[in-house]
């Protein structure tokens, strides 16, 4: 499991406007203007005056937190989400498997790069530049994770891969009121991209772009972002609700490896393990139409209170949202209504238990303005070890109360592989050996 470190004192955020060199020069020449004025008029200062009213002391930067590329599970599965996302899919044009593997030693080398920051190789002015300048001279880190997984297509007869393919992985099919686009949906090859700032993602996904192209084209987009936690707790979506309340904790080695990390000797082929299937599903939201929504009739749609995010036996609107929510003394649903969307997901049954438990990693997105509505919406990420898991949850959704107000309309299944061990190895060498 990846562990958030800070980066050595020499990776800086780069500061912007002059350089502090620059400045310094000019303050000095203008310090030294004024000490000849004043010279000349008979009263001039000392050097060392002068200069201690004139030269600005520069603020120190905030410095950039890296998170480790190398281990057993890829980072951003794991890791604490950061504030922006890009997740992008892409369907590989590699000519064969030779190709394929050069590809994913590309992106190894890359994203190998990015996540540590440093120093670009330096050309000549007149050369093609080795990065694209959106960070600065120094590509700082800032948190930036890179998380690669693979599509059921990848698996067909053009790489000989097909006896290969994780047991469960499957093309997304619609369930029933999906409304999915297919520019939208699928693909070879999933790159998820986050980063505590957005022009690190940017930047990292240009770069990305540059160096594979050759290899893979892109097949659909969708960029996210975390509000931050108002007033206290978990964040809130676009709807007001707060989102990813009930999680497994990522700090529980034992939960994890039940929940969301394909295990060693199990039906998986053996180079899966330490990986996890992947789901992204993009669901746009009517906002205009929730807004007419009364508050109460909104809490009873979700199960939770809206403040607070408690569940619906707790009124006060600072009660903790930690509390469990309890079904068994309301079998019919009077206080917490049966086809709400967390009774729905997570029944609290027997029967549902071993299909009620999937991390989730959710960003919220905004492409507007798209007439005639608003384009506003969530990019659901979730992991498990079992794909299955995810579609059962899913299906007991098809008939939850927040139906009239959601249109998923894309994403698509894919599994995350396993993490990059040492400087030697790169992303899909179980696969591609």
């Known amino acids: 499991m ?217 097949r659909w987009r969708i960029d996210g972002q975390r509000n931050p936690e108002r007033p206290v707790g978990v964040r809130r979506d676009w709807f007001g609700f707060k989102d990813g309340i009930s999680n497994p904790s990522v700090s529980d080695d034992a939960q994890m490896n039940q929940v969301v990390w394909v295990q060693p000797k199990n039906a998986e082929p053996a180079w899966a393990a330490g990986g996890t299937y992947h789901v992204v599903r993009i669901v746009h939201f009517f906002i205009e139409a929730w807004q007419k929504v009364p508050v109460a009739q909104q809490e009873q749609i979700f199960g939770r209170r809206k403040a607070s995010g408690a569940p619906m036996y707790a009124a006060g609107e600072n009660t903790t949202d930690l509390l469990d929510p309890i079904y068994t003394n309301d079998p019919q649903g009077l206080i917490t209504p049966l086809n709400s969307h967390i009774r729905l997901a997570n029944p609290q049954t027997p029967q549902t238990a071993s299909t009620s438990t999937i991390l989730r990693r959710s960003y919220d997105y905004d492409r507007s303005p798209n007439p005639p509505e608003l384009d506003m919406g969530h990019a659901f990420v979730c992991f498990q070890q079992e794909l299955n898991t995810y579609i059962a949850m899913q299906t007991r959704l098809e008939d939850e109360a927040l139906v009239p107000f959601i249109s998923p309309r894309g994403g698509g299944y894919f599994f995350a592989l396993p993490g990059v061990r040492d400087e030697k190895d790169h992303y899909a060498r179980g696969l591609l050996i």
């Open 2 to 218: 990846a562990d958030e470190t800070f980066a050595p004192p020499g990776e800086v955020w780069s500061g912007e406007g002059c350089p502090v060199s620059a400045f310094a020069r000019r303050s000095f020449l203008q310090g030294a203007a004024a000490g000849l004025t004043t010279a000349a008029g008979g009263a001039a200062l000392g050097s060392g005056a002068a200069l201690a009213d004139t030269v600005a002391v520069p603020e120190a930067q905030p410095k950039s937190r890296a998170v480790p590329f190398h281990g057993y599970h890829q980072a951003g599965i794991a890791t604490a989400p950061q504030q922006d996302a890009i997740f992008v899919s892409f369907d590989v044009t590699a000519s064969g498997r030779t190709e394929l593997t050069d590809l994913f030693r590309t992106l190894t080398s890359r994203a190998r790069f990015l996540t540590a920051g440093g120093r670009p190789p330096e050309v000549p002015p007149t050369a093609t530049p080795t990065d694209n300048g959106i960070l600065g001279p120094t590509v700082v880190a800032d948190g930036l994770t890179l998380t690669v997984g693979v599509g059921a297509s990848l698996f067909d007869d053009r790489y000989g891969l097909s006896a290969r393919k994780p047991v469960q992985l499957a093309t997304m099919t619609p369930f029933r009121h999906d409304d999915l686009d297919p520019a939208l949906s699928q693909g070879d090859l999933l790159i998820q991209i986050c980063a505590d700032h957005r022009d690190t993602t940017v930047h990292a996904l240009i770069d990305i772009l540059t160096h594979t192209g050759s290899a893979m084209k892109l």
